[in-house]
């Protein structure tokens, strides 16, 4: 134990003995230089006012009602698709935009697994829709989903095509 007091003194002494000369002189230099002028407060412009006028416009806390779509008249098979549906996320893509990861079963139904060009992977089953041709899915089978498009196929025409989305390799 005397030991550590002993090194601890003789460590303090060693301490007091530094020579600070140098570091003093620095600090005397630094208040000794001329105080530099501190930038004035930028200038604030003032907004310019504005008086909103709700008179003839919409009120955006209502729903807008849907506009009907106009009629066109339908020649040949009478096949074409449904306007009113409302669209679902996959029919937002491109079908070769799409790729196929595999199925899962949910009770006793068989789903199938369509992953987006962001990532993004959807379940459907059949009787949903992707692709931008109207595709309605009509069957989902472990290496492929079947569906059938609806296409243009002369002015004010449609045809069904099918189609499907390979699983991925």
């Known amino acids: 134990m005397r030991v550590f007091i002993c090194l601890g003194c003789a460590l303090l002494v060693g301490c007091s003995e530094r020579d600070l000369s140098d570091l003093e002189a620095y600090v005397a230099e630094v208040k000794g230089r001329p105080k530099g002028a501190i930038e004035p407060m930028p200038e604030i412009k003032p907004a310019e006012t504005f008086v909103f006028d709700p008179e003839g416009l919409r009120d955006p806390f209502v729903p807008e009602k849907p506009t009907p779509p106009p009629q066109v008249a339908v020649a040949g098979s009478g096949i074409r698709p449904d306007p009113t549906r409302p669209k679902e ?16 079963k949910k009770d006793g139904v068989l789903w199938g697994l369509v992953q987006t060009s962001e990532g993004t992977i959807y379940r459907v089953k059949p009787g949903n829709y992707m692709g931008q041709n109207h595709g309605r899915i009509t069957q989902i089978a472990d290496d492929r989903i079947e569906l059938v498009e609806i296409v243009p196929d002369a002015p004010g025409t449609w045809r069904e095509r099918q189609a499907s989305l390979a699983l991925a390799q």
């Open 89 to 104: 996320e996959l029919e937002a893509y491109a079908l070769d935009s799409l790729r196929m990861m595999g199925t899962i």
